[in-house]
């Protein structure tokens, strides 16, 4: 591909992803994370559950598990045999319940008991991904340092033409290099939403869907 054709389709790229931006942003005016949460903890833990599990039915979970374990010093004590058995309906719930635990106990011997509020701390602890660490900086810190790359963004982001990645982390820095950084946090959370709605997995529903016109995909999905 000569630079000339490179530098064109970028242009094209951006032009779209305006539009996009655009529509997402009138759509889902008030896009932030479905997870329920008391506090910055609570926040980590529904985010970990969360992985290969609906927010759906992490929501039905942590009400039973923050009833019986509410803090870092809560859960570093308890036996992870008891972890296991309270979300376990999250799936993957042995090695969730360990890095829930080892992240308690990191957070109480190298922060105190608080939740760090920098990406390369929160990326430190057991069990705690750049998406993990960006939802919590996103929505209790108010810091946006990255993307929030969950199934529904990297689905919709290979659609829409923004990546050809299949790894989270390389998804991440392809919509980091093209979407403003004003709109990191509420890009992420507009396109799960329209995923969840609109965009399915199996069944993307392109007839209603608003993006259509901008997508690359929607004429030859059905």
Same mark, same amino acid.
């Given at each position: 591909?000569?630079?000339?054709?490179?530098?064109?389709?970028?242009?094209?790229?951006?032009?779209?992803?305006?539009?996009?931006?655009?529509?997402?942003?009138?759509?889902?005016?008030?896009?932030?994370?479905?997870?329920?949460?008391?506090?910055?903890?609570?926040?980590?833990?529904?985010?970990?559950?969360?992985?290969?599990?609906?927010?759906?039915?992490?929501?039905?979970?942590?009400?039973?598990?923050?009833?019986?374990?509410?803090?870092?010093?809560?859960?570093?004590?308890?036996?992870?045999?008891?972890?296991? +058995? %309270?979300?376990?309906?999250? *799936? #993957?719930?042995? &090695?969730?319940?360990?890095?829930?635990?080892?992240?308690?106990?990191?957070? =109480?011997?190298?922060?105190?008991?608080?939740?760090?509020?920098?990406?390369?701390?929160?990326?430190?602890?057991?069990?705690?991904?750049?998406?993990?660490?960006?939802?919590?900086?996103?929505?209790?810190?108010?810091?946006?340092?990255?993307?929030?790359?969950?199934?529904?963004?990297? +689905? %919709?982001?290979?659609?829409? *033409? #923004?990546?050809? &990645?299949?790894?989270?982390?390389?998804?991440?820095?392809?919509?980091?290099? =093209?979407?403003?950084?004003k709109s990191w946090y509420r890009f992420s959370h507009s396109l799960i939403l329209h995923g969840r709605a609109v965009c399915k997995a199996r069944n993307p529903n392109c007839p209603v869907c608003s993006l259509k016109n901008y997508c690359p995909s929607a004429k030859i999905?059905?």
């Amino acid at each position: 591909m000569s630079r000339n054709t490179a530098t064109h389709r970028d242009t094209l790229t951006k032009q779209r992803l305006r539009s996009i931006l655009r529509v997402l942003n009138a759509e889902y005016s008030q896009s932030k994370t479905a997870l329920n949460y008391g506090d910055p903890f609570q926040l980590l833990v529904a985010v970990i559950l969360s992985a290969q599990c609906t927010d759906a039915r992490v929501n039905q979970v942590t009400p039973v598990l923050f009833s019986h374990l509410r803090t870092p010093f809560e859960f570093a004590k308890a036996d992870v045999e008891m972890i296991e +058995r %309270l979300i376990h309906s999250t *799936g #993957f719930f042995r &090695n969730k319940a360990k890095n829930i635990k080892a992240c308690a106990q990191a957070i =109480i011997r190298e922060h105190n008991g608080t939740v760090p509020d920098t990406m390369e701390l929160l990326h430190r602890l057991p069990g705690v991904g750049r998406k993990t660490a960006n939802v919590v900086l996103g929505e209790v810190f108010g810091r946006v340092e990255g993307i929030v790359v969950d199934t529904h963004v990297a +689905r %919709l982001s290979k659609r829409l *033409g #923004f990546t050809d &990645n299949i790894n989270q982390v390389a998804i991440e820095q392809d919509l980091m290099s =093209i979407v403003p950084k004003k709109s990191w946090y509420r890009f992420s959370h507009s396109l799960i939403l329209h995923g969840r709605a609109v965009c399915k997995a199996r069944n993307p529903n392109c007839p209603v869907c608003s993006l259509k016109n901008y997508c690359p995909s929607a004429k030859i999905i059905r």
